[in-house]
T-cell receptor, first 117, second 114 residues
């Protein structure tokens, strides 16, 4: 069975500090996708980034960057120079590659980020 | 602008009542999902549907049923609500055929069963 673990339940930082969110996953699939979603106080989850299991190249997109390491089954996410608007709950998720739907997601427990001015 | 809407943001029901949660998407997506969100547990999949009248159980289907009579609409039904079904319920939709497709979420319905 697939499993996603986010060990950090809550992180509090001061604006402009960097924030790194940890995510560790378990899967028997050789092909899979990893996602990060953001849930602001309004409640609606918003897709941020995705990475497939064959591409371990780390990337930067604006203030977001991610570090995917297949050897340690980790998919960590960093917000650089945090802003108050980054305050939200962040979820890491894993997508199965098999099945009729092809994209059932298994979510981690979420990490609440509080950015103080 | 893509949109997933849910019929209520907040709902209060009594134990034993039949509860309907409605979800509508306007993106012509084949897949639709119902999750419940509880603190520390993240989102857990209740049911999903990959076509009209087609459904599959997720990880926690007990106590729930679903209905998909039209492509754009996916309903979650609590046949006899219980207090342990007090939770946030999130609906999502996505294209089909590639596990890379992201899911689009509605704003959620916070259900309280008293």
């Amino acid at each position: 069975a697939q499993k996603v673990t986010q060990a950090q339940t809550e992180i509090s930082v001061v604006e402009k500090e960097d924030v790194t969110l940890d995510c560790v996953y378990e899967t028997r699939d050789t092909t899979y996708y990893l996602f990060w979603y953001k849930q602001p106080p309004s409640g609606e989850l918003v897709f941020l980034i995705r990475r497939n299991s064959f591409d371990e190249q780390n990337e930067i997109s604006g203030r977001y960057s991610w570090n995917f390491q297949k050897s340690t089954s980790s998919f960590n996410f960093t917000i650089t120079a945090s802003q108050v608007v980054d305050s939200a709950v962040y979820f890491c998720a894993l997508s199965e590659a098999e099945g009729a739907a092809g994209n059932k997601l298994t979510f981690g427990g979420g990490t609440r980020v509080l950015v103080k001015p | 602008d893509v949109k997933v809407t849910q019929s209520s943001r907040y709902l209060v029901k009594r134990t034993g009542e039949k509860v309907f949660l409605e979800c509508v998407q306007d993106m012509d997506h084949e897949n639709m999902f119902w999750y419940r969100q509880d603190p520390g547990l993240g989102l857990r999949l209740i049911y999903f549907s990959y076509d009209v009248k087609m459904k599959e159980k997720g990880d926690i289907p007990e106590g729930y049923s679903v209905s998909r009579e039209k492509k754009e609409r996916f309903s979650l039904i609590l046949e006899s609500a219980s207090t342990n079904q007090t939770s946030m319920y999130l609906c999502a939709s996505s294209l089909q055929g590639d596990p890379a497709y992201e899911q689009y979420f509605g704003p959620g319905t916070r259900l309280t069963v008293t």
